[in-house]
């Protein structure tokens, strides 16, 4: 361990060499002796001490309290006076330059040597809590303390940016400003559970911003407990996750949706009509599966190019959604194939009239870059529970009868006939 440098302020020479021979006893290592406070300045720079030993009375223009205070403010380097006396007006002057001890001539050793030792402590210690009071105020993570009781005691700018509420309008109340209401109370007695058992709980939880808008942040909370393992505090370091949880919607948006139309693809219908099969055997209803291909969209894509191609594409689907009821389904399952789930279906009727709105509403002309184009529909439709009881077996049947549908002309829809 590196020996601590202190650097002797006293124009006594004789005084000076003597505090140097015993602190050298003591095992502190002294590069220097000023005999100035202009001089203790200059050496106090250029030496970088952990400690200054400083003569208040110094001959010379400036004293050492006047050295003090410039060396405190330029070097931030810890100071303890020496003195053969110290008068009211002489202390109320020193306490100014905030002096880490004073040590009074002629001075004993072991006094002296417990002098520097506190000085040398107090000094890393503050150092050290200032250091965390900026890592905690420039932190990325919004940092909240509160007492046992939850009262807050403390917030950092993270906190006051995330949140909204400055230090003035947080401190003092309850974290339960920030309640959302979006948990329920198997939540909060899940939450409480962990910080009693295990002295930390951490997740994701939806609070709510001054403004009011609700949000989600990634919540890391400690309990702090004295030497008898009582709760003193706790620290919550919060993370907001919006852009996150945004990120993590459009994956599994595009994961389950179609790229061009913004219609659910394949995954998602075969999870989709799952759901409703299960709803319908519940229920004892009829279900329709609907299998819908585009006649005449391979030459238009070919004559007018794939970015023609796409806009029809995109143009059908608004037609698409546009039929049918709220509650059903239309995907897109290939390139110019689409598929529909029509639940609850009370008479078949229902799915006749559907049907033909489809057929006479896609075969109308749609006007792409000045270019008028028509296509039409070949339509197969399968019924649940008449035409089976499962996906596979209602997918096959509508596509035999889209089939059907493209035999007899195209342009026309046909119920499955086994």
């Known amino acids: 361990m590196a020996k601590a440098k202190i650097l002797i302020v006293e124009d006594e020479g004789i005084i000076a060499k003597d505090m140097k021979r015993r602190l050298a006893k003591l095992e502190y290592d002294v590069p220097d002796i000023a005999l100035s406070g202009e001089e203790a300045i200059k050496k106090a720079r250029e030496i970088q001490p952990d400690l200054v030993l400083m003569d208040i009375m110094l001959k010379g223009d400036m004293d050492g309290i006047e050295a003090a205070d410039i060396i405190r403010v330029s070097c931030d380097i810890p100071i303890i006076f020496l003195t053969a006396f110290l008068d009211e007006a002489l202390l109320r002057r020193a306490k100014i330059t905030e002096p880490y001890g004073y040590v009074l001539k002629p001075f004993d050793e072991r006094e002296l040597h417990i002098n520097i030792e506190m000085a040398l402590y107090k000094y890393k210690a503050e150092r050290e809590l200032r250091l965390s009071a900026k890592v905690f105020e420039n932190a990325m993570d919004g940092i909240m303390i509160t007492d046992e009781k939850g009262t807050i005691l403390s917030i950092n700018n993270a906190f006051t940016k995330m949140t909204g509420y400055t230090p003035e309008e947080a401190i003092g109340k309850n974290p339960r400003i920030l309640k959302s209401g979006r948990h329920d109370t198997e939540f909060y007695k899940s939450f409480w559970n962990d910080l009693i058992t295990k002295g930390k709980w951490e997740g994701e939880i939806w609070n709510r911003r001054k403004n009011g808008e609700i949000y989600p942040e990634w919540s890391l909370i400690s309990v702090v407990k004295d030497n008898h393992g009582n ?185 499955y006939a086994g």
Do not use: W
């Open 231 to 415: 709760t003193t505090h706790y620290i919550d370091v919060i993370r907001d996750i919006t852009e996150r949880i945004k990120y993590e919607e459009k994956i599994k948006y595009q994961a389950y949706h179609d790229t061009l139309t913004g219609l659910p693809n394949r995954l998602l219908f075969y999870d989709r009509l799952s759901v409703a099969l299960s709803n319908e055997k519940r229920g004892k209803g009829i279900l329709a599966v609907i299998f819908l291909d585009i006649d005449g969209f391979k030459p238009v894509n070919d004559t007018f190019g794939h970015d023609t191609g796409d806009i029809l594409l995109q143009s059908i689907t608004k037609r698409l959604i546009n039929c049918i009821r709220q509650g059903d389904t239309v995907a897109r399952i290939g390139g110019d194939e689409f598929t529909l789930i029509l639940p609850q279906i009370t008479q078949k009727e229902e799915v006749d009239e559907i049907a033909r709105r489809l057929i006479d509403t896609l075969k109308e002309f749609y006007l792409i870059n000045k270019h008028k184009l028509y296509i039409t529909a070949s339509i197969g439709i399968s019924f649940y529970p008449d035409d089976g009881e499962d996906m596979q077996t209602l997918m096959k049947k509508a596509d035999i009868a889209m089939y059907s549908a493209k035999d007899k002309g195209k342009n026309n829809y046909q119920f």
